[in-house]
């Protein structure tokens, strides 16, 4: 009796803790497909802000490169293009990519079942550094956090010294809602494995500018709305200006109205010119004479004065 009471007893605790673990389990496992991860098109003014005080905004973004401003350090930032990541100075550090084993367009997008894997040299302090890296696709998941529900990809960085013992990963659980890991796993060096969660974020959308903000580059394209990003004062001087994206309106031409036959009718004048008749060529024209003028003589005029005064 005894060993019956003792095998129940073990069952139900067997059975407790598997509910337990079932009830415990942060994530849910989806399918994984062959389908691209691809980078995301990040926008300027998104942040980010996480359960450690870690927090990211964009501070400025080009066609192939986005800067990123740290929250909680503003003299901070790195840079990215899709996943690989360019330049970046700490406090303490400058760092500076000068070469890798890929072309530049390589972390534009990740695959399932295909890892990239890439040597990248830089410069750290004026020191060469060289990295074997990789970034793989492990799966999908959906996880909770205090921002939300996510469907995620799991996506993991490696990278290890080839001139000492130094490695490091980052396991992202990245949300393309997101744009952005909505959890990470991380260790580098000899630290501690870490992680952090998001806790809010603020997707920063596209702004339509008036016809009376257009730059002039819009307007010599002809462009009428202009969609533009700008960059944040302070940006690090690695960012540059972004290529504006613009919308063309033409003109729609409407066809000329039909001609109309109008009747046009001159107005008699108010005073008519007089009419002159002229003569036949056959008639003789009588040309007046003009009457001879009779001019008394000075005599004569004296002569009319004594007769006038013998009166």
């Given at each position: 009796m005894?060993?019956?009471?003792?095998?129940?007893?073990a069952c139900l605790m067997i059975f407790g803790a598997c509910a337990s673990f079932a009830a415990a389990a942060p994530s849910e496992t989806l399918g994984l497909d062959?389908?691209?991860?691809?980078?995301?098109q990040w926008r300027v003014g998104s942040t980010w802000e996480y359960s450690d005080g870690y927090g990211l905004r964009v501070a400025s973004a080009t066609e192939?490169?986005?800067?990123?401003?740290?929250?909680?350090?503003p003299d901070q930032w790195f840079s990215m293009r899709g996943f690989l990541r360019q330049d970046a100075a700490s406090a303490t550090t400058k760092r500076q990519t000068i070469y890798r084993t890929v072309p530049p367009t390589a972390g534009d997008g990740l695959v399932a079942g295909t890892p990239l894997t890439f040597q990248r040299e830089y410069l750290s302090n004026n020191q060469l550094v060289i990295h074997a890296s990789s970034w793989t696709v492990e799966g999908r998941q959906r996880i909770t956090v205090p921002a939300g529900t996510f469907d995620?990809?799991?996506?993991?960085w490696r990278a290890r010294s080839l001139k000492s013992n130094w490695t490091g990963f980052e396991r992202w659980w990245y949300s393309p809602e997101v744009q952005q890991y909505v959890r990470l796993e991380y260790k580098y060096g000899a630290g501690a494995t870490a992680s952090r969660v998001l806790m809010r974020y603020h997707p920063a959308e596209l702004r339509e500018m008036s016809p009376a903000s257009v730059a002039p580059t819009a307007a010599k394209s002809g462009s009428s709305t202009e969609y533009n990003q700008d960059v944040v004062p302070g940006t690090p001087a690695a960012s540059a200006m972004r290529l504006i994206a613009t919308r063309t309106a033409t003109p729609v031409m409407l066809p000329p109205p039909p001609l109309t036959e109008m009747a046009i009718t001159e107005p008699e004048p108010e005073n008519p010119p007089v009419q002159i008749t002229t003569a036949s060529a056959d008639q003789p024209v009588a040309i007046p004479v003009p009457k001879p003028k009779i001019i008394a003589s000075t005599q004569t005029k004296a002569k009319r004065r004594r007769t006038n005064k013998g009166k």
């Amino acid at each position: 009796m005894r060993i019956v009471r003792f095998v129940l007893t073990a069952c139900l605790m067997i059975f407790g803790a598997c509910a337990s673990f079932a009830a415990a389990a942060p994530s849910e496992t989806l399918g994984l497909d062959s389908a691209p991860v691809a980078a995301p098109q990040w926008r300027v003014g998104s942040t980010w802000e996480y359960s450690d005080g870690y927090g990211l905004r964009v501070a400025s973004a080009t066609e192939n490169t986005t800067v990123f401003q740290r929250l909680d350090a503003p003299d901070q930032w790195f840079s990215m293009r899709g996943f690989l990541r360019q330049d970046a100075a700490s406090a303490t550090t400058k760092r500076q990519t000068i070469y890798r084993t890929v072309p530049p367009t390589a972390g534009d997008g990740l695959v399932a079942g295909t890892p990239l894997t890439f040597q990248r040299e830089y410069l750290s302090n004026n020191q060469l550094v060289i990295h074997a890296s990789s970034w793989t696709v492990e799966g999908r998941q959906r996880i909770t956090v205090p921002a939300g529900t996510f469907d995620c990809w799991v996506i993991v960085w490696r990278a290890r010294s080839l001139k000492s013992n130094w490695t490091g990963f980052e396991r992202w659980w990245y949300s393309p809602e997101v744009q952005q890991y909505v959890r990470l796993e991380y260790k580098y060096g000899a630290g501690a494995t870490a992680s952090r969660v998001l806790m809010r974020y603020h997707p920063a959308e596209l702004r339509e500018m008036s016809p009376a903000s257009v730059a002039p580059t819009a307007a010599k394209s002809g462009s009428s709305t202009e969609y533009n990003q700008d960059v944040v004062p302070g940006t690090p001087a690695a960012s540059a200006m972004r290529l504006i994206a613009t919308r063309t309106a033409t003109p729609v031409m409407l066809p000329p109205p039909p001609l109309t036959e109008m009747a046009i009718t001159e107005p008699e004048p108010e005073n008519p010119p007089v009419q002159i008749t002229t003569a036949s060529a056959d008639q003789p024209v009588a040309i007046p004479v003009p009457k001879p003028k009779i001019i008394a003589s000075t005599q004569t005029k004296a002569k009319r004065r004594r007769t006038n005064k013998g009166k």
